[in-house]
């Protein structure tokens, strides 16, 4: 009896100590100071207690121009080709996991923004929009209405480039961004079945090229 009890009670003790390291490990860690400024405090507040995320697949050539004319559902202006099934609070919080890592943000960053895939995060009747571009690492999350005078948007780039400051594209180099490997991993988790999502690579191998020009650093464009 006395060593059922004792099982018992390590069984307990182990509970005890596991419990709180997984609710700690789902749970996404506190964003530095530069993301909270980034991103903004309605942001920060639905991705630290979302419950829910609608995923999109998303044209991202059709967001300027005639483009603008074609027929369909939109999702932040771009036509939508495909929606995956709701994603639950595992989802949510790994998500904004990745969006409170400094490196998602602050490298140096292409002037080309082609998004493919689009997250709508949901805290119960509170949102955000997330659009994704993985042709040039690119991220931008968008708090608030539609309207451009009452939304709060940040854009930063998640590629992990040598000389930054330079913003080349490298001959023979490979990105090994944690936040590329985590956002292809989560995208690969929304549309398991989409023949261009699978393919996507968690390091991505940069060809010789000219020089980017309008390179810049994250930062906040707007907020109303």
């Given at each position: 009896?006395?060593r059922?009890?004792?099982?018992?009670w390590?069984?307990?003790?182990?509970?005890?100590v596991?419990?709180?390291i997984?609710w700690?490990?789902l749970?996404?860690?506190?964003?530095?100071?530069?993301?909270?400024?980034?991103?903004g405090?309605?942001?920060?507040?639905?991705?630290?207690?979302?419950?829910?995320?609608?995923?999109?697949?998303?044209?991202?050539?059709t967001?300027?121009?005639?483009?603008?004319?074609?027929?369909?559902p939109?999702?932040?202006?771009?036509?939508?080709?495909?929606?995956?099934e709701?994603?639950?609070?595992?989802?949510?919080?790994?998500?904004a996991?990745?969006?409170?890592?400094?490196?998602?943000?602050?490298?140096?960053?292409?002037?080309?923004?082609?998004?493919?895939?689009?997250y709508?995060?949901?805290?119960?009747e509170q949102?955000?929009?997330?659009?994704?571009?993985?042709?040039?690492?690119?991220?931008?999350?968008?708090?608030?209405?539609?309207?451009?005078e009452k939304?709060?948007?940040?854009?930063?780039?998640f590629?992990?480039?040598?000389e930054?400051?330079k913003?080349?594209?490298k001959?023979g180099?490979?990105?090994?961004?944690?936040s590329?490997?985590?956002?292809?991993?989560?995208?690969?988790?929304?549309f398991?079945?989409?023949?261009?999502i699978?393919e996507?690579k968690?390091?991505?191998h940069?060809?010789?090229?000219?020089?980017?020009e309008?390179?810049?650093?994250?930062?906040?464009?707007?907020?109303?």
């Amino acid at each position: 009896m006395r060593r059922l009890r004792k099982r018992w009670w390590i069984v307990l003790l182990a509970i005890a100590v596991i419990l709180p390291i997984a609710w700690l490990q789902l749970r996404p860690q506190e964003p530095s100071d530069r993301v909270k400024e980034l991103l903004g405090p309605e942001a920060i507040a639905i991705l630290s207690d979302a419950d829910s995320v609608q995923v999109f697949r998303i044209d991202g050539h059709t967001g300027e121009g005639e483009a603008l004319l074609k027929p369909g559902p939109r999702f932040r202006g771009y036509l939508v080709i495909g929606q995956g099934e709701d994603q639950g609070q595992e989802f949510a919080s790994d998500l904004a996991a990745v969006l409170f890592k400094d490196k998602t943000y602050f490298n140096e960053k292409s002037k080309c923004f082609w998004p493919g895939v689009g997250y709508r995060v949901w805290k119960r009747e509170q949102k955000i929009d997330v659009l994704i571009c993985f042709h040039c690492d690119n991220v931008s999350v968008t708090a608030g209405r539609e309207e451009p005078e009452k939304y709060h948007w940040a854009s930063g780039n998640f590629g992990n480039r040598d000389e930054p400051e330079k913003c080349q594209w490298k001959s023979g180099n490979f990105d090994n961004s944690t936040s590329r490997r985590l956002l292809v991993k989560l995208a690969k988790r929304a549309f398991p079945n989409d023949p261009e999502i699978v393919e996507l690579k968690e390091k991505k191998h940069y060809v010789t090229g000219a020089r980017e020009e309008g390179c810049s650093r994250a930062r906040v464009v707007h907020e109303g």
